[in-house]
């Protein structure tokens, strides 16, 4: 994948997903902004790039404020802005059925989750616009396409809301430049899902992975991959597209016994 000379911010870049696919871009040319709220994390992060590729940025993107200034500072940075990687996100363990989730951490999902892509989306698109396009990756969940139990009420309500809103901005920007694409990770191996993954194979890993076609969980580059892809412009023709990469699950109905036989 080529994005030389392609300037990208990504949020949420400290770990998991964020700083996986922050590592894809760099590797493929790319010149980074790299965003997080905890500023000892993101610092640390920026040191694992060569020197110039990742400029760290301490920002709290359910803020307006926050994320006026976070865009000042990563396009003063890197000269502008061709692409935004959208990844912030939080999975809390207090999100549970609807009947047991309180509304202060339905306020807080739906803030950090949802409200956080349409600022970035509201600040970021006309940075995007100066230099003459752009693309915009937004992180939702295949949770946003189909119902899960055990219940994560305001994760799924949130992650539904991203992909309605990509398909809204990529169909309101394709004339003037910028595409916007979802992407909708199955279970993928980060700290953030290490509360319903384990690391050694257990009766609960079992029932998740008799569903998923490929039979194992995704890994924080497979996904950084798919994103390095929709933001590069051999996907100039790519826009209000939600991009599963979920080892098969959102298109199996039934799979084969699981482990298979022999394997």
Request: proline letters at 4%; glycine letters at 10%.
């Amino acid at each position: 994948m080529n994005l030389d000379g392609k300037r990208i911010l990504v949020t949420g870049a400290a770990g998991g997903i964020g700083l996986a696919t922050a590592h894809v871009l760099a590797e493929a040319g790319a010149r980074l902004a790299i965003v997080d709220l905890n500023e000892e994390k993101i610092t640390t992060a920026a040191s694992e790039f060569q020197s110039g590729k990742a400029t760290p940025i301490v920002a709290d993107v359910s803020s307006s404020t926050s994320i006026e200034a976070m865009f000042k500072k990563a396009e003063e940075a890197l000269s502008g802005l061709d692409g935004i990687f959208n990844n912030a996100g939080i999975m809390p363990p207090e999100d549970r059925d609807i009947s047991e989730t309180e509304e202060d951490t339905w306020d807080r999902v739906i803030s950090v989750n949802l409200k956080s892509v349409y600022l970035c989306c509201r600040f970021g698109i006309p940075i995007l616009l100066k230099a003459g396009g752009g693309a915009i990756v937004n992180n939702a969940s295949i949770v946003a396409l189909m119902g899960s139990f055990p219940s994560q009420i305001a994760y799924t309500a949130s992650k539904g809301g991203v992909l309605a809103m990509t398909r809204e901005l990529g169909v309101g920007y394709a004339r003037r430049g910028i595409r916007v694409n979802a992407v909708l990770p199955g279970v993928t191996k980060t700290s953030m899902s290490a509360q319903i993954v384990s690391n050694k194979l257990d009766q609960n890993d079992l029932r998740r992975l008799q569903h998923i076609p490929a039979g194992r969980y995704a890994t924080p580059e497979e996904i950084g991959h798919t994103v390095a892809f929709l933001l590069s412009d051999a996907a100039s023709y790519i826009t209000a597209q939600g991009w599963s990469v979920d080892g098969g699950l959102t298109g199996a109905y039934l799979c084969p016994d699981f482990p298979v036989e022999g394997s």
